[in-house]
Structures are given as structure tokens and as C-alpha cells.
């Protein structure tokens, strides 16, 4: 790792926790960007809707093997 990079990791450790989760966030993202096509804005618009939702606790999260077994099991 470089000075500019471990500066910056340096750095981004004394933000407070939500701070380094929104970084961290950010950075993970632009990870997956180069691969996946461009989102319209109305995509991006419900992904923010659904993850407001998420975080209010307005929804009920289910288990997603849970989801698949129930789904394989009434093609069977």
C-alpha cells in the first residue's frame, strides 16, 4: 500500500462509525460499477425508497434460503 492510501485508510479510522460505514459503503460500490450497466433514475430513485423502508423497519426481511426451498419444493 502506498503513503497516499494508507493516509487515507488512516484518516477514514478516525471518522465516527457511521461516517466509516457511509466510506465503506461508497468504496464497495464503486467496486461494482465497471461491471453492471447504468441504473435509471427511477431504479435508483425505488433502491433508495426500498432501502429507506429497510432501515425504518417497515418491512419484513425473509431468509432467502427459506424463500428458494419453499420455491423449489412446489416445482417438485
Same mark, same amino acid.
Given at each position: 500500500?502506498? !503513503?497516499?492510501?494508507?493516509? !487515507?485508510?488512516?484518516? *477514514?479510522?478516525?471518522?465516527?462509525?457511521?461516517?466509516?460505514?457511509?466510506?465503506?459503503?461508497? #468504496?464497495?460500490?464503486?467496486?461494482?460499477?465497471?461491471?453492471?450497466?447504468?441504473?435509471?433514475?427511477?431504479?435508483?430513485?425505488?433502491?433508495?425508497?426500498?432501502? *429507506?423502508? !429497510?432501515?425504518?423497519?417497515?418491512?419484513?426481511?425473509?431468509?432467502?434460503?427459506? !424463500?428458494?426451498?419453499?420455491?423449489? *419444493?412446489? #416445482?417438485?
Amino acid at each position: 500500500m502506498n !503513503i497516499t492510501a494508507e493516509k !487515507i485508510v488512516t484518516d *477514514a479510522m478516525e471518522l465516527p462509525p457511521a461516517l466509516r460505514a457511509f466510506v465503506a459503503e461508497k #468504496l464497495i460500490e464503486s467496486l461494482d460499477e465497471s461491471d453492471s450497466l447504468p441504473l435509471s433514475a427511477q431504479w435508483k430513485e425505488e433502491i433508495l425508497r426500498r432501502c *429507506a423502508e !429497510i432501515d425504518k423497519n417497515g418491512v419484513q426481511l425473509r431468509d432467502v434460503d427459506a !424463500i428458494f426451498k419453499k420455491a423449489y *419444493a412446489s #416445482l417438485t
